[in-house]
C-alpha cells in the first residue's frame, strides 16, 4: 500500500468557505473513488493549512482512481474550480507505512473496502494530533498512530508521523516540521 499525505494552504479567512465546500459538493463523490483516512486543519505551524490523508494499493490503483473521479462532472465542473480558487499552495508527500497501530491498520483495511462512514458525533472537538516530518524516526512516549517513509514529493528520504494527543514531546532536535492539528468532524482518523 502507499499512502498519499497531502497539504493545501489557504487564502487566510478561507479554510471556512473551504470545508463547507468540500462537507456539501466534494466529499460524497470523492470518497467514492479515493480512501481517505483523515482530514485536519493546523492549529500550529503553517496557518490556513488543511491536511488529508489518502491509501492507495499501490500507484496503478491510485492513477486509476484519480481518472475515474475526474469524470465525475460535480467534481471537475463544481468543486474543483470553486475549491482552488481558495487555495493557494498544495504540496503531496507519497509515503509507504513503516509502523501503525492496531487501530490504524484496521481502518486502512476498512477503507480499501469503500467510504468510511464517521459518525460526527464522535469525533471530538478538543481532539489534537500532531504531525512531524523527522530525518530519523524517533521514539516517543506519545501514542504513534502510524509513521512512514516519504518516498516522493514533500522531504523525500525522511520519516512522516502521526501522533495522538497535544502533550508534546523532545525529539533529540530531529524534527524537520511540527504541527499541531485538529480532525475536522467528517475525518475517520
Not at 460524497?28 to 500550529?44: C, I, K
Amino acid at each position: 500500500m502507499i499512502f498519499e499525505w497531502r497539504s493545501y494552504d489557504l487564502l487566510p479567512g478561507k479554510v471556512p468557505a473551504y470545508i463547507e465546500l468540500l462537507q456539501t459538493v466534494g466529499l460524497t463523490v470523492a470518497t467514492r473513488f479515493l480512501p481517505m483516512l483523515g482530514y485536519w486543519f493546523t492549529e500550529s505551524g503553517t496557518l490556513n493549512r488543511l491536511h488529508h490523508l489518502w491509501l492507495y494499493r499501490d500507484f496503478e490503483d491510485r492513477a486509476a482512481r484519480r481518472i475515474t473521479l475526474s469524470t465525475e462532472q460535480v467534481w471537475t465542473g463544481n468543486f474543483i474550480p470553486r475549491a482552488m480558487a481558495l487555495v493557494l499552495y498544495q504540496r503531496s508527500s507519497i509515503m509507504r507505512l513503516d509502523e501503525a497501530d492496531e487501530h490504524f491498520r484496521d481502518l486502512c483495511e476498512a477503507a480499501m473496502r469503500g467510504p468510511l462512514v464517521v459518525d460526527q458525533a464522535s469525533v471530538s472537538a478538543t481532539a489534537i494530533c500532531q504531525f512531524a516530518y523527522l530525518a530519523a524516526p524517533v521514539p516517543t512516549e506519545a501514542m504513534t498512530v502510524a509513521r512512514w517513509r516519504v518516498l516522493s514529493g514533500y522531504r523525500v528520504g525522511t520519516f512522516a508521523t502521526l501522533i495522538q494527543g497535544g502533550e508534546l514531546a523532545e525529539n533529540g532536535g530531529s524534527y524537520l516540521e511540527h504541527e499541531l492539528i485538529r480532525p475536522l468532524p467528517f475525518s475517520p482518523l
